[in-house]
């Protein structure tokens, strides 16, 4: 079975720095990792999917890693702004299992103005 | 707006009274997935489905049923809701069945039983 751990599960940085979000996962058969954000109470919105090729994928000042082999994924996010306040939940999808998602518990950001 | 709909966005109810919590998707997504998420335990699936009258459990589907009549609509059926599915509940679908695009969620549901 699929487990995906999350490092940390909370941090604070002050506005402007550099934020790196750790994901590590058991099974390296996997097909892809996506990155989600959610804000409190609130739905998922995608960020990245990586696909299990590709070693990273870029959108704005966000740019996610991916090594299968060691089964780990980092989310970077460059200068850090308030409005990143959010939980970052990492997820994959293995070759086999029940067709599902195996989520980590989630990096809850706080950006400190 | 290509997106994924779940209605109710808050819904409080009985114990014992049954209750469906609708989930729409406007892309043509053959995959649909019902996912639970709680404190310190993270999202759960609860059911998915591969396409049209096809659907089987996740890991959590004890209390729950879901129907796939349409391609574009996957309801989550509470037939007799316990205290223990009070929970911020997410549809979630993707373009086809093994997730290589990608998922996308809805907004939640957020449930709660009394």
């Known amino acids: 079975k699929q487990e995906v751990t999350q490092i940390p599960a909370a941090l604070s940085v002050p506005e402007g720095e550099n934020l790196v979000l750790n994901c590590s996962f058991t099974?390296?058969?996997?097909?892809?990792l996506q990155w989600f954000r959610q804000d409190p109470g609130k739905g998922l919105t995608s960020l990245l999917l990586?696909?299990?090729?590709?070693r990273e994928q870029t959108s704005g000042r966000l740019n996610a890693s991916l090594d299968k082999s060691s089964g780990r994924s980092t989310l970077y996010i460059a200068a850090s702004q308030p409005g990143d306040s959010a939980t970052y939940l990492c997820?994959?999808?293995?070759?086999?299992?029940?067709?599902?998602?195996?989520f980590g518990k989630g990096n809850q950001v706080v950006v400190i103005p | 707006e290509a997106q994924v709909t779940q209605n109710p966005r808050y819904l409080i109810t009985v114990t014992g009274k049954k209750l469906t919590v609708t989930c729409s998707q406007n892309m043509n997504h053959e995959y649909m997935s019902w996912y639970r998420q709680d404190p310190g335990l993270g999202l759960r699936q609860i059911y998915y489905s591969m396409n049209v009258e096809v659907t089987d459990k996740g890991d959590v589907p004890e209390g729950y049923k879901v129907s796939r009549k349409e391609k574009r609509n996957f309801p989550l059926i509470l037939e007799s809701p316990s205290p223990n599915q009070t929970s911020l509940y997410f549809c979630?679908?993707?373009?086809?069945?093994?997730?290589?695009?990608?998922?996308?969620f809805g907004s939640g549901t957020r449930l709660t039983v009394v």
């Open positions: 099974d390296s058969a996997i097909y892809n």
């Open positions: 979630a679908s993707s373009p086809n069945r093994d997730g290589s695009y990608g998922y996308t």
């Open positions: 990586i696909q299990s090729s590709q």
């Open positions: 997820a994959v999808r293995t070759f086999y299992g029940n067709n599902r998602l195996a």
